[in-house]
C-alpha cells in the first residue's frame, strides 16, 4: 500500500503490537540482542544482528513495506548515550 501515509505514532503502535502478539514468542530464547524488522502492513519479517541488513532483506520481498525495527529482548531498538536497558517482559 504504498499510497497510505502513517504517522510515526501509528507505525510505533501497529509494530509494537505485531511484535508482541505474533512475533516476540517465537525468538525471543534464540534470537536475543538480533533485530526484528516488520512490515507493519503485513506483518511480514526479517531478523538480522545488522539492522540495515534485515531491513534490505525484508525490501527485497516487500519493496513498498512500511517498516518498524525491534531489538529482540530489549526495550528499544536504539541508543543514544547511556546504558542498554533489557527489558522486563
Known amino acids: 500500500m504504498a499510497d497510505r501515509t502513517y504517522s510515526p505514532e501509528e ?7 505485531i511484535y508482541r502478539e505474533q512475533i516476540r514468542s517465537l525468538v525471543e530464547t534464540t ?9 507493519i502492513e503485513t506483518g511480514d519479517y526479517e531478523i538480522d544482528t545488522k539492522d540495515v541488513t534485515a531491513t534490505l532483506k ?10 518498524y525495527a525491534v531489538r529482540i529482548g530489549y526495550r528499544t531498538a536504539y ?7 533489557m527489558s522486563k517482559s
Do not use: Q
Open 11 to 17: 507505525i510505533a503502535t501497529r509494530g509494537e503490537a
Open 31 to 39: 534470537e536475543k540482542g538480533k533485530f526484528v524488522i516488520i512490515d
Open 58 to 67: 525484508l525490501l527485497e520481498r516487500r519493496p513498498d513495506a512500511v517498516t
Open 79 to 85: 541508543r543514544i548515550g547511556g546504558r542498554r536497558l
